[in-house]
């Protein structure tokens, strides 16, 4: 036989205990089909797990150690394999109870020994070709599903990627304003009733959200392409997108009444309303802005803050997130904005993980299994599924090696470890009621594994992952791992349900004995050694909180003209310079005093006060100037007290900064004192601020 007519063979998985039985079944069929064999149902779940897609039909007994074929019957529901793959149930039995028994739990056939080999090859034959058919039929279904979405999301994409195209933006912003939108639907309508949001409604939002900035076809490139800050006159121009866009849409002269086309209306002329009715076209507040506007307009605004344009780098995930919470993009549906919150780890790995085909295939699995529960497929369609499936299984193991990976189905109560992993604690890859079983819980507390066990149910399918730190006792020895867990859900957005879990531990031993020194590390600043401005706060507002009959000061100074350092000498040079400094500082002051790196040149200075305000100043300010190497080293300082009554944190700060601002103002190289006469003047140390 040829290599290619062998790959043509399919493959029948026989289960019993009887060798001679397994024999006989094989010598019957195997001139026509490679055979598979079990000894037992737990042998016989565990090569359907490995290998379900391969098997084109299980012959099973009924009476066997361990595990039952009725037992295995119930797996196999439970698991969602009986609508898959084909069971004939053969046995000696034959009690009709017994039979409508192996028939109610899902068997196709029901053969008696003793054996008759024609009978046994005609309906094993019969059998193949019925689910080989039925296979095919659902098949050419989904395919012709997935072939209309994929053209109906490619003449939108194609229109909405000659905008991106002509306004310099990445060709990625559809796709992400899509999947942060689709995103952020599902979860609002597993939030709340009000929108009526089904999953048709969801995905034509989804599609459409694609078209939001058409309008800016319309718009000169010079303006679009600006590196600047747009002037009113050239601001007021580019508001015009939105109403063209729409006014594009609203004049189509065939199909005009598609929901698709009054959708897509919608997020075109609207997607720049605020809920606070400071938006633009129209002016809309609150709920008379559709909520298809109010959705894309928090994802196109998220993908812009995380996006480089020509006028702005790219902020961070957590950046982006906070700026929009603190409505510094302007005003947003308080709902979207819980929704956002709860979204946002989800979110920013579902960014990372989705590709344009990801987008097709999510959607058709959905489609599909809609066909399915409405009548029109004859049998569920759980390939799309299960690809879905394990395109996250891969994803989040492709970065693991030597840890303890495994996979947990709720409904067969099993887990299942990685090769690596079972030979790693001495124990079977496949394992029945984990929960109650004395093999785990002597590696693992029956405390811990409850831990474990609530942490899992209380996720929910938009925020999946869970972690912890716990110790398992190891070939006679304790050890410390980290335990990361993906639960794995399924189902409609109405009705998802919790099936499994994919996770790890691996081992942190080394990572604690490190934890020590790495705290220290992380609470300096790398390049002077002082304090980071982070852990210098923390340790700074405990005194405040502790302080008695002390009064303290707080002093922020940065050095004059530091950019010519770098300019004239080079960054090696100013960062010697930063160092210079950062001796000077810790040399001339008492241990007792914090010195911290706030960032770039500016550094601080927290001391207990003396009662000579002025002299200490002056002494802090004579310590930092001087020469390194002919460079002239002069710094602006600011001075804020804190009075015996108390002062927080912030405020006193901010009091020192406006300080600092103050001496600058003045000319530089000297330092003030804070007074009621420098409220409201600019912060030098304030962050910047966003932009719309």
Known sequence: MSKKEDLKRKKILVVDDSEMNRSILADMLGDEYDILEATNGIEAIAVIKERESEIALMLLDIVMPQMDGFEVLSVMN??????????????AETSSSLVRQAYDLGVTDYISRPFDGKVVRRRVNNTIMLYT?????????????LEKERSSTLMVEILSNIVEFRNGESGLHVLHVRTITETLLKHLAAKTIKYDLNHTKIAMISLASALHDIGKISIDEKILNKPGKLTNEEFEIMKTHAAIGGDMLKNISHRREEELVKVAYEICRWHHERYNGRGYPDGLKGEEIPISAQVVAMADVYDALTSERVYKP?????????????????????????????VKDYLKEELELKSNSDVAESEVQSMTEELIAKGDVSASDRTLRLLEQERIKYQFFASMSKEIQFEYNMDTDMVTLSEWGADYLGISELIMHPFGDEKVTDILEKDKMQEIRDKVRSTIYTDPVVSGVYR???????????LTVRTMWEGTE???????????FANVDEDYKRMNSLEKEAAHDTLT????????????????????DHTYSLILFDLDHFKDANDQYGHLFGDNVLKHVAKKLTDNLRRSDIIARVGGDEFMIF???????????????????????????????GVALVPKDGEDYES???????????????????????????KGTLSVLSPMDGEE
């Open 78 to 91: 439970k698991g969602g394999w009986i609508g898959n793959l084909p069971v004939i149930m053969i046995s």
């Open 133 to 145: 058919k039925q296979k095919m039929l659902q098949g050419m279904v989904a395919e012709q599903i």
């Open 314 to 342: 790219a902020f961070s995930h957590e950046k982006a997130v906070e700026m929009i919470m603190n409505e510094e993009c302007g005003v947003f549906n308080p709902l979207l904005l819980e929704c956002l919150q709860d």
């Open 472 to 482: 398992l006792h190891v070939n006679g020895e304790d050890r410390w791992h980290r």
């Open 494 to 504: 109405e009705d998802m349900h919790y099936i499994g879990a994919i996770g790890k």
């Open 529 to 548: 050694h002082l304090l980071n401005h982070m852990n210098a706060r923390k340790i700074i507002e405990s005194i405040l909180a502790e302080r008695r």
């Open 607 to 637: 001391v207990e006060c003396n009662g000579n305000y002025e002299a200490q100043a002056e002494r802090m300010f004579q310590i930092v100037i001087g020469e390194y190497e002919n460079f002239k080293i002069g710094v602006s300082m």
């Open 652 to 678: 006193l700060f901010h009091a020192a900064d406006q300080a600092l601002y103050a001496s600058k103002r003045d000319g530089r190289n000297q330092y003030k004192f804070y007074d009621d006469t420098m």
